[in-house]
């Protein structure tokens, strides 16, 4: 079981940056994937980010341009650089490890960190 926890949500003015972390319990070089997702009021989760072990990164379109994923396997930690944030960025993030076998899929979520885009 892997345990992922987020930090670096809060409240930022429109236009204004926030970088999030996601620290894991074990070693983020035995998990294929991490990624950041995030879930506003009445939608469903959706991915916003998401990097693989070997480096590869994937972006929603929407935050193309605006946003960065990055990791660190020193310090076990995967990171969300948001720059040029929006009102509609405003959401509960999570933070997602996945493992995957030949026949199963593995999820891990962390706890989820609140970020609100207001002015």
């Known amino acids: 079981q892997v345990q992922l926890v987020e930090s670096g949500g809060g409240l930022v003015q429109p236009g204004g940056s926030l970088r999030l972390s996601c620290a894991a319990s074990e070693s983020i070089d035995s998990l294929n994937a991490m990624g950041w997702y995030r879930q506003a009021p009445g939608k469903q989760r959706e991915l916003v980010a998401s990097i693989t072990r070997g480096g590869s990164t994937n972006y929603a379109d929407y935050v193309k341009g605006r946003f960065t994923i990055s990791r660190d396997s020193a310090e076990n930690t995967v990171y969300l650089q948001m720059n040029s944030l929006r009102p509609g960025d405003t959401a509960v993030y999570y933070c997602?490890?996945?493992?995957?076998?030949?026949?199963?899929?593995?999820?891990?979520w962390g706890q989820g960190t609140q970020v609100t885009v207001s002015s």
């Open positions: 997602n490890a996945r493992r995957w076998s030949l026949t199963r899929v593995y999820d891990y």
